[in-house]
């Protein structure tokens, strides 16, 4: 299986700051890559695909970038409702895994 | 606008069947192109992804070796809706199982979206 291993697991930060998530899969996925957000008791939302294509009706603060095995998600200008966890998943190869997580927070 | 309702008891006992279904609204469950999933969600395993079925020419499936021989997912064309059975189940199966769409799955816009409420399930006697 592909490991996805996310940094930092969380994060402290205030509203407007700039906020980016790194992601490393353990080998080469191209660009095979999504990310989520998700909220407390709540499904994970998806955020972005192909590694930088932003999913309709998501906010434009939030970015994706990379290829290969090393991936970023910035949030350009917190918000106070992007306190959450975001996650990353690869779609390259059965099983799709998912990184561990970072919780954004105050 | 695709959504997913998720059913079934929020309760389990040890070594008997845990039974998920997932009815779909806006989308169809034989639609090429698209995968319909399971996935789970734990402190311990974090998101676990459990298995699919797909629809080209015939019904396929896919299933994470975690669970493979105790898991069946099946698709019911009549009712627009998917089912998850996960036999012989133990307290490590006790998480949040959400059903989601896969879509676009043979190319790297692949995606989940939309996703189930998720359903807690507790194993326990």
């Known amino acids: 299986d592909i490991q996805m291993t996310q940094s930092p697991s969380s994060v402290s930060a205030s509203v407007g700051d700039r906020v980016t998530i790194t992601c490393r899969a353990s080998?080469?996925?191209?660009?095979?890559l999504a990310w989520y957000q998700q909220e407390p008791g709540k499904a994970p939302k998806l955020l972005i695909y192909a590694a930088s294509s932003l999913q309709s009706g998501v906010p434009s603060r939030f970015s994706g970038s990379g290829s290969g095995t090393d991936f970023t998600l910035t949030i350009s200008s917190l918000q106070p409702e992007d306190f959450a966890t975001y996650y990353c998943q690869q779609a390259h190869s059965l099983p799709p895994t998912f990184g561990g997580g970072t919780k954004v927070e105050i | 606008q695709v959504q997913l309702q998720q059913s079934g008891p929020g309760q389990v006992k040890p070594s008997q069947t845990l039974s998920l279904t997932c009815a779909i609204s806006?989308?169809?469950?034989?639609?090429?192109?698209?995968?319909w999933n399971w996935i789970r969600q734990s402190p311990s395993r974090g998101l676990e992804w459990l298995g699919r079925?797909?629809?080209?020419?015939?019904?396929?499936?896919d299933y994470a070796l975690s669970v493979k021989g105790r898991i069946t997912i099946n698709a019911d064309t009549s009712k627009n809706q998917f089912s998850l059975q996960l036999n012989s189940v133990t307290p490590e199966d006790t998480a949040v199982y959400y059903c989601?769409?896969?879509?676009?799955?043979?190319?790297?816009?692949?995606?989940?979206?939309?996703w189930g409420q998720g359903t807690l399930v507790t194993v326990s006697s």
């Open positions: 080998q080469a996925i191209s660009s095979w």
């Open positions: 989601t769409r896969w879509t676009d799955y043979t190319t790297n816009f692949a995606r989940f979206d939309p």
């Open positions: 079925t797909y629809y080209r020419s015939k019904w396929n499936t």
């Open positions: 806006g989308d169809g469950v034989s639609r090429n192109s698209v995968a």
